[in-house]
């Protein structure tokens, strides 16, 4: 690979090449709560529509003690422009606290290529945010026993992964894996209220009691805005 010197540090990171074939829809969703305030704590959760789901919950449950950003996006890791994006929202603020996950939208992806283009990404999350405490979070189980099949493949590569980089893994697929398909999850992917109350407890009460974060001795004051993309947001 020939790199400049000019060149963006993601560029050493992302695929030459790959043969993933975009989605018919392609989406990124992110928002930065409490946006001007960059002394508390500030945890990043980075994922997909499961991650748009759970979002909100989480920011609930931290709200006193820090402050929320996230970033969700139908992109597999191999996605040409993944780390374009994904470095964009790593240059934003200051993060205390990130939790990674990329799988749901990669289980007909080549394996070789997300192997490669997952560990690149946790490489370079790693070199951008050298301060950050970086989480694996893993992919959750579907209503469909041959997609959920492929999840527990790219689970055990995140899993190896953590092992290599001596990363946690906040396990979302063995919270939910037990659970009744019909009662708690709404379609093949996503999940109700129920399920997504469960994955809120489970990342919330993972990033709650790091030190870092307990540390903070004041009560962080959510503010909110008139002017969201569907009116006022608190």
């Known amino acids: 690979m020939n790199i400049n010197s000019c060149d963006p540090l993601y560029r050493r990171y992302q695929p030459e090449r790959t043969s993933r074939v975009r989605e018919e829809i392609e989406w990124s969703i992110t928002y930065t709560y409490n946006a001007l305030d960059a002394d508390a704590p500030r945890l990043l959760l980075i994922g997909d529509s499961i991650c748009n789901g759970y979002q909100n919950a989480v920011r609930e449950k931290l709200r006193h003690i820090m402050n929320t950003s ?17 470095d964009l929202i790593l240059s934003g ?20 290529e997300w192997t490669n283009a997952y560990r690149s990404a946790v490489a370079f999350i790693r070199e951008k945010c050298p301060h ?4 694996l979070t893993n992919s959750t189980p579907l209503k469909d026993p041959e997609k959920t099949a492929r999840a ?4 055990r590569i995140v899993d190896e992964t953590a092992k290599m980089e001596q990363l946690p893994v906040i396990d979302l697929f063995s919270l939910m894996n037990p659970l009744d398909r019909d009662k708690f999850w709404c379609d093949v992917y996503h999940f109700r209220p ?3 109350e469960l994955q809120a407890e489970l990342i919330a009460g993972t990033v709650g009691i790091l030190p870092e974060v307990a540390a903070s001795r004041r009560e962080v004051v959510q503010h909110g805005t008139a002017t969201g993309p569907s009116g006022a947001l608190k």
Do not use: M, P, Q
């Not at 990130?98 to 990669?106: A, K, V, W, Y």
């Not at 950050?132 to 989480?135: A, E, H, I, Q």
């Not at 527990?152 to 689970?155: A, I, Q, S």
């Open 132 to 135: 950050s405490r970086l989480f």
């Open 93 to 112: 603020y200051r993060y205390d606290v990130i939790s990674f996950n990329n799988g749901l939208h990669s289980l007909v992806t080549d394996i070789a």
């Open 194 to 196: 129920e399920a997504i």
């Open 152 to 155: 527990v493949e790219l689970n």
């Open 70 to 86: 996230f970033w969700a996006s139908s992109k597999c890791v191999t996605d040409r422009d993944y780390f374009r994006e994904l």
